[in-house]
């Protein structure tokens, strides 16, 4: 290659280590960190320069201006321009300049890059290899620089095609946990156990191709944990004026993003656990920009409506209304709104409507319940029927509830906004389903209904690790309404698995005094608002019951709440 390298960098760190690249390569170089400097250096070289390379953003002027600057003055300068924004990043008027350019003259090149990608874009300029250095310049001018690359935070490893590690600096030191002494020599191998994203054979049918690649990588520190890493590779290879020894050399650039990797699996499970639960949503949920056009729906509206989601994505929400609807606000018609399926069949519906901002854009959330024949008619639910409505909505509640501590990982903003409404409209249709539900009074097992009431809440037991103990043995039988003491149990238990710390204990003890059952609930969380457990209150009244609440020597909580015990006479009227 004729000519010396002009480096154009205001970072001291970056120009020393790009100059050393190129030394230890055989090119000549001169280093500059201002624009004014970069045209007295090229002046006074007197046409020695051959190549310009340039950090395109400068503290005192564009990169891209002072190349253009430079070419008129030398025509024949070859540039290639280095940044840490991508190429699609650059600013409009630098992008100009740019494409003014003759395109055989200039490239670009995106920081961090090694040695190789350095070269490999000096090559395409020129076409033209510089003159060759002895072949352990390069290790034992790594070596003599070590002082600069220590202070790179990356892993910085030259390793032989075979892995045998030739150079370990500081930032693998750290990352790794094995001293300098200890890694020379050995193998990469078998002192890191790295699980590559493809076969190993294909990385080096790459790399040999092109002379790079790059990927993310699993290791294994020293202390045993595990490690992944972004890493890049450059080629040493025979063929280059630099490598005549025959041996092919790896220049290895690790930089850690192992909380990141964790962050982003994390952030995958707690999507598809969002998006389990919002396609699993008892309402159809349709969601709609300011100009009314659906951006989201659930499964459930696509089964209400009889359209696939593909049809509806995109087109006006109106369509989902009959004529006498359309251009409307939602807001305030109450029971009189119905919804038009695509076999034009109207039904009447109830609309809850709420604002999120997202990307920038407001969009407006509209969980549709589909008025049931009961409501309408004002009429009251079968207990069976009231029992098939309830038992799915316990396992949305529950795992809703599982979502929204975020105790399975964090939710975004829009995430939790999604799950709090699925709560909300979950709770709501159970509250209409017990108001129309009639009671029904009924002889049965308190230590059986104890125990599938457990059972429905076992996932968010589980999930904290609490330890749950029950004592219901000798309980005499319940005479009450089967539905509503699920109720009070449910929502005594959730509120004490809710409130107890990972780890921590909940029991259930139920024993007989004075014609009644006590059911007692005790937990060891603190600090637990009274109101929190007080809602049981309106329907053990209806049962003829009571709950109280009662202290737990130093911490915890203990509510009870008694119900009429079942006598021979009520049990022998049942049978």
Sequence with gaps: MNGTV???????????????????????????????????????????????????????????????????????????????????????????????????????LRKPFSAQDLISRLLEL???????????????????????????????????????????????????????????????????HTVYPEPFQEILDHLRKTGCWEGELCQMSSAGSAVTVSSRWGLRRPGLPYADSGEIEILEVNHDITGEARARSELRRSEQRFRTLWECAPDAVVIVDSGGSIVLLNTQAERQFGYRRDELLGKSVEMLLPERFRGRRLIGVGPELFGLRKNGEEFPVEVALSLMEADERMLIISPIREKSRSTRAGGPLTPGRSHDLRTPLHTVIGFADLLASEEKGPLNQDQARFVQHILTDSWRLLELIDEHVQQRWEVFDTSSAIEKVVSSLLPQVQAKAIQLETSVAGAHALHADPLRFNQVLYNLLEDAIRFTPEGGKVRIDAANRDGFVEIAVSDSAVGIPRDQREAPLAVLERLGGRIWRESQHLEGNCFTFALPAATRTTHSAAL
Excluded: M
């Design 6 to 108: 002009l480096i154009l960098d205001d970072d001291a760190g970056v120009l020393e280590l790009t100059a050393l690249y190129l030394r230890t390569r055989g090119f000549s170089t001169l280093t500059c960190s201002s624009a004014q400097s970069a045209v007295a250096k090229l002046q006074e070289a007197g046409g020695t320069i051959g190549i310009l390379i340039a950090d395109v953003t400068l503290p005192d002027s564009s990169g891209v201006e002072v190349a253009v600057q430079l070419k008129k003055l030398t025509p024949e300068l070859k540039i290639l321009f280095v940044s840490g924004y991508s190429f699609e990043e650059l600013s409009g008027p630098d992008s100009a300049l740019y494409h003014l350019l003759p395109p055989s003259s200039v490239r670009f």
């Design 126 to 192: 020129t076409r033209d290899p510089p003159a060759a250095v002895p072949p352990d310049v390069f290790f034992e001018a790594l070596e003599r620089q070590s002082g600069l690359l220590d202070l790179v935070h990356d892993a910085i490893i030259a390793r032989t095609l075979n892995g045998e590690i030739r150079y370990w600096n500081r930032g693998a030191e750290i990352l790794y946990g094995w001293t300098k002494d200890q890694a020379i020599g050995k193998s990469t191998g078998q002192l890191l």
